[in-house]
């Protein structure tokens, strides 16, 4: 095995939610966190947001507005709700493009009408692909059976890979998306700084994560409910109360708004921007490589 | 090893089933389903279109996929990375070291 020998920073001290541990004990804790809700994860979102994860994955998607043809990574990708909503965007968008062709040209033959319909057929996405990339092997499981049991197979694959330290090729995506997982990273530096390069010139860098309410009362509702409902909900349906203490513990302890925005932009992305959502408990980064 | 690919079949035919029934998705599976039957007892073989996309996360120089054992092979550090269920292992510290082969 390679570990030893890549002289991991595994000495350094970093966080784990509240308490204070190394960057391997990290990496471990958070592996096994995941590991053990991959299960429930999607059942969990849904309990513990009230179901309105779903609409701030749906508004990063639209935000994306993704044309077909285009190349979309994943990362932290897990259970493939990004993806399986990219793919449904560019189908929408490429049988509009069809049907528009279609009623644009009056005086088409009943070949050129029939190799359209052939064409939408043989191509539905035309030739978009997403590539979900994952840390985790039990989140990666999770999602290939999640796509096989919704039917979604063409334009889409999985790959184990680690965020800080991307299996691809430089110059490749038209856009990188990391939903609720760049605070799982330990190092978000390197994270954005690999988005970075393997994204194409012109290419977009997408953040949808938990971030900072800055109103007084909302925050402290956010609080309460967060440290007294959310560990409750996790010990109630998934059995455990630790990972989801660690997942209140992690929000509080990101970079709010404005640093996350500053270290993407020391990662060499240029017009940085952050839309928030529901006065800031969660928000968009975007960035574009040029 | 048999089991195995009775197993995927049965998870491709399940997939198949549900699926949106496009002919591009019956074929692909189609496909998918004989590439199992035909190929090694290394579990699923990788989805072909990644290979456009994957290098060594260590050093990103290209890979080689050798079908034989289902790996990713990096020949300069000498280091082969898995492919499990169709999904490649591309952690370093799972990678093996192909030096070590008799």
Redesign the interface.
Known sequence: ???PA?GLAAGTQTHFGFQSVTEAERREKIYQVFENVAEKYDVMNDSMSLGIHRVWKDILVHKMNPSPGTLLVDVAGGTGDIAFRFINYVRSVRERQLRQKLRNHQNLSWQEISKSYEEG????LGDS?V?VCD?N?EM??AG?QRA????Y??GL??????AE??????N?FDVYTIAFGIRNVTRIDLALQEAYRVLKPGGRFLCLEFSHVSNPLLSRLYDLYSFQVIPVLGEVIAGDWKSYQYLVESIRRFPPQEELKAMIEDAGFLKVDYQNLNSGIVAIHSGFKL | MLRGCGRGAAVVLRGAAGSRGTAGQRQQQQQQQQQQQQGPGAGRPLEPSLLQFLVCPLSKRPLRYEESTNELINEELGIAYPVIDGIPNMIPEAARSTKKRP
């Open positions: 095995m390679l570990g890549r057929r043989s191509n539905p692909q590539v840390i092997k990666l499981k290939k096989q049991h919704l039917g197979s063409e694959s999985w790959v184990l890979g680690n330290e991307l299996p691809f090729d430089d490749k």
